[in-house]
């Protein structure tokens, strides 16, 4: 695929714990900013085939799982029904769980999608940033959740990005 965007998060609960909320399909809206209604559209709950709808005030798709590794995480493509989800060709992301000790995990957020004509330009000129820092929101979100239970507000949100920013380590 053309373009990747990808984003860890520390969750300060055991790698175990955080693949129970991760694995049930119907709890994304809990973490994904601008998303309000989840529902599994499957009788599949979980595993590859599995299906959910997800929807907010701008948009709807689908999600249906391709891979699944179970305790580590899972891939999911993104579409509506048939088509690609606009304004991608072709688009999947990637969720996962790696322990770092008995008290936490890294939690990382992966989306490979490609665009065609003028979007690719679009991406160069600002789309692209957007992506990322929407899967930056994910990733940081999910910790959130997972830690708290609580579905982050805009204003918590936006604390997390401040926090994250704060904390982060210059590449050597």
């Not at 008290?103 to 999608?113: E, I, Q, R, V």
Request: one cysteine or more; proline letters at 5%; a positive charge.
């Amino acid at each position: 695929m053309g373009h990747i965007a990808v984003y860890n998060a520390t969750a300060k609960i055991p790698a175990e714990q955080a693949w129970e909320k991760l694995k049930d399909l119907s709890l994304a809206h809990n973490y994904v900013p601008g998303i309000t209604k989840c529902q599994v559209t499957t009788a599949k709950k979980e595993g590859v085939g599995a299906s959910r709808r997800v929807s907010g005030p701008q948009q709807a798709l689908d999600e249906t799982v391709t891979e699944w590794n179970e305790g580590r995480g899972f891939t999911i493509r993104l579409h509506n029904g048939d088509k690609p989800a606009k304004p991608f060709r072709e688009a999947q992301f990637v969720y996962r769980i790696d322990k770092i000790d008995n008290k936490s995990c890294k939690l990382t957020c992966t989306m490979t999608y490609e665009l065609g004509g003028l979007m690719n330009l679009l991406h160069g000129l600002f789309l692209g940033n957007l992506i990322r820092g929407n899967i930056r929101d994910v990733a940081l979100s999910m910790a959130y959740f997972y830690e708290t239970g609580k579905k982050p507000s805009k204003d918590d949100v936006k604390r997390l990005r401040e926090e994250d920013k704060k904390n982060a380590k210059p590449f050597p």
